[in-house]
């Protein structure tokens, strides 16, 4: 098999052509990040794409949501993401209020994250008629778009809350409608957070690009967590989430052992300290 290298020869990051073509061919595997190590661990997992989410409002600056994250942060956040995992497609979530304003303002961020974070593509929460405006002059001025519909987490406040959508006829349709209108102007690929997994499963056979669930049940092409989710630093999550590991009770028990071991004189201990022969 021919591996893919760049010019200096190191190999190359997947593309969005590859992650077009897993479609009906093999599943898909998302993970947010956040930092150089969150990074670097998805990468040598093997991860096929990373999503800079603009959950890190909330996993690594403790706000009660997405909303008061701004570009800034998701830029600082995404270049750090590049340096631990060069080889992996990067998404960078374009972040409440930077694409809401004007369609020349919001491709101007989408290009931020693009040039200053180092990012290969965007996703944009939701499909009305207004985003699939910025969303189609951001695709026009060649960067790649992720979609995100269902429950938009930006939408936090108009939803009323983290609620499951697509659970009644008229936001079912509007959900399947927005869904194939974001394939017809050229999304590479649209993550569905919180559906029935029955909508799920009919959107993913309606769209020619990969949908990407989250809550959105077994059918979809792909499937993404966020991080400290999966890993179970937090410990109240969603129905949909899936713990692998518990590293809240594995880190808050290593710093207790920590603190121990200082009070009783046991750390350090001789193999942890430096001598000198004067
Ligand atoms: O911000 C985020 O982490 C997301 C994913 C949950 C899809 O948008």
């Known amino acids: 098999m021919i591996k893919c290298v760049s010019i200096e020869g190191t190999a190359m990051a997947k593309t969005i052509k590859e992650i077009i073509e897993k479609k009906n061919v093999e599943k898909i595997s998302m993970i947010t ?3 150089f190590f ?11 794409l990373i999503l800079v989410g603009d959950s890190l409002g909330m996993v690594i600056l ?11 942060d998701i830029i600082y956040h995404t270049r750090a993401v590049k340096r631990g995992a060069d080889k992996t497609l990067i998404v960078a979530d374009m972040p409440f209020m930077s694409f809401h304003i004007s369609v020349e303002q919001s491709v101007r961020n989408a290009g931020l994250l693009i040039q200053q974070g180092k990012a290969q593509a965007v996703k944009i929460e939701g499909g009305n008629p207004l985003r699939l405006q910025v969303i189609k002059a951001i695709i026009d001025s060649e960067i790649p778009v992720m979609g995100h519909l269902g429950l938009t987490p930006q939408s936090v406040y108009k939803f009323s809350g983290y609620r499951v959508q697509g659970k009644d006829v008229e936001s079912y349709n509007r959900l399947i409608e927005q869904a194939r209108k974001l394939d017809e102007i050229g999304v590479f690929a649209l993550v569905l957070e919180a559906v029935p997994e029955g909508l799920g499963e009919e959107i993913t056979k309606a769209v020619s690009v990969p949908t990407i669930g989250i809550g959105a049940g077994r059918y979809c092409d792909g499937q993404v967590l966020v991080y400290h989710d999966l890993l179970g630093y937090t410990e109240q999550v969603p129905r949909f989430v899936k713990k692998y590991t518990d590293l809240h009770s594995n880190i808050v028990e290593a710093i207790s052992q920590y603190i121990q071991e200082i009070k009783k004189n046991q750390f350090p201990a001789k193999e942890h300290c430096y001598y000198a022969k004067i």
């Open 62 to 72: 403790g706000y009660e949501n997405t909303l008061f994250v701004t570009l800034d």
């Open 38 to 48: 969150s990074a670097k661990f998805a990468q040598e997992a093997g991860i096929d």
């Open 33 to 35: 990040g956040y930092d």
